[in-house]
């Protein structure tokens, strides 16, 4: 079974700087883009940045210049380094991917992780 492990959320003060983790684990062939979105209180789920499996990276307009994402094909990990971090970014940060299972089957099935509360505030 695939899951997506998110880690590293929490309290922080504006300004201040976390950094994000999302980990593959299971059994899979391989993985295309993953992504982070991210989800304040009665607000859609919007994408924050995402990046392919050639490590070529896109942000969303209100994180660009602040965030940064990389990642570790090694580990099959995603790193979500925040910066000058905003009242405005508080949500639940979300890792999705899109797995491939099997060298047999060419199907993409698109993967969630559980979410991590990210709380900016003084």
């Known amino acids: 079974q695939v899951q997506l492990v998110e880690s590293g959320g929490g309290l922080v003060q504006p300004g201040g700087s976390l950094r994000l983790s999302c980990a593959a684990s299971?059994?899979?062939?391989?993985?295309?883009?993953m992504n982070w979105y991210r989800q304040a209180p009665e607000k859609q789920r919007d994408l924050v940045a995402s990046?392919?499996?050639?490590?070529?990276?896109n942000y969303a307009d209100p994180v660009n210049g602040r965030f940064t994402l990389s990642r570790d094909n090694a580990k099959n990990t995603i790193y979500l380094q925040m910066n000058s971090l905003k009242p405005e970014d508080t949500a639940v940060y979300y890792c999705?991917?899109?797995?491939?299972?099997?060298?047999?089957?060419?199907?993409?099935?698109?993967?969630w992780g559980q979410g991590t509360q990210v709380t900016v505030s003084s």
């Open positions: 999705n991917a899109f797995i491939r299972r099997s060298s047999y089957e060419p199907t993409w099935s698109n993967y």
């Open positions: 299971g059994s899979f062939f391989s993985i295309a883009t």
């Open positions: 990046i392919d499996s050639e490590g070529t990276t």
